[in-house]
């Protein structure tokens, strides 16, 4: 299967910078997503990675080294609204294989 | 990226009975996927929903308890069969970007309560 292991839970301050990692089976790999989820709403598109490098999209950003299984998300100038699970996703051929997901909790 | 209706949003069924979900997409897509999403967990794929063959089941589910339709490139039905309450679940139907560079579109899901 796809290992993909990622942190089951953070807590980071508004205003500050969060980062959630996530490391994938290398092998055969064809891309990295990463989705939010508010509770009780379906899963949303953040960003995607196929090659090594770093992604930025507005507040958020997202890195992938391919040769490490590595990726993470970087969430800056958190806000409340950034309470959710974050969800990695890593695909070799189709479907999409998802982590279990990391529940962030933004604090006032 | 396509819209997806997915219905219904949620359903409170009786043990030994079936649902029938469905999903609507508004563009044709060559497949459809089925996920569930048991209670503060994440999506595990349940199958694979390709027009005009049967669907492809991953590890650990099989047709008898989760028939699948897809009788168009816009349309999927996922059967949910004789429940239990472990088949308490939120039930996500989802398509793949015809890109491929935007990864799954998702329909808003369907909250089953068996009790």
């Known amino acids: 299967g796809q290992n993909i292991d990622q942190p089951t839970e953070m807590t980071a301050t508004e205003g500050a910078i969060v980062q959630i990692n996530c490391t994938y089976q290398?092998?055969?790999?064809?891309?990295l997503f990463w989705y939010q989820q508010h509770a009780g709403e379906a899963p949303t598109f953040l960003s995607y990675?196929?090659?090594?490098g770093l992604e930025e999209k507005g507040r958020f950003s997202s890195f992938l080294s391919r040769s490490k299984g590595y990726s993470y998300l970087l969430l800056k100038e958190l806000q409340m609204k950034d309470s959710a699970s974050y969800l990695c996703?890593?695909?070799?051929?189709?479907?999409?294989?998802f982590g279990k997901g990391t529940r962030l909790s933004v604090i006032a | 990226s396509a819209v997806i209706s997915q219905k219904p949003s949620r359903d409170i069924c009786q043990r030994g009975t079936s649902l029938t979900i469905q999903c609507q997409v508004d563009?044709?897509?060559?497949?459809m996927f089925w996920y569930r999403q048991q209670p503060g967990q994440s999506l595990t794929l349940i199958a694979t929903?390709?027009?005009?063959?049967?669907?492809?089941?991953e590890s650990g589910f099989v047709i008898d308890k989760f028939p699948i339709s897809r009788p168009n490139l816009t349309f999927s039905t996922l059967t949910v069969s004789n429940m239990s309450p472990e088949d308490s679940s939120i039930y996500l139907c989802?398509?793949?970007?015809?890109?491929?560079?935007?990864?799954?579109?998702f329909g808003s899901g369907t909250r089953l309560t068996v009790v």
């Open positions: 996703a890593s695909r070799r051929d189709t479907p999409l294989v």
């Open positions: 290398t092998s055969g790999f064809n891309g």
């Open positions: 990675n196929v090659l090594d």
């Open positions: 563009s044709q897509v060559t497949m």
């Open positions: 929903a390709n027009q005009g063959s049967e669907a492809t089941y």
């Open positions: 989802s398509v793949e970007s015809e890109t491929g560079n935007y990864g799954y579109t």
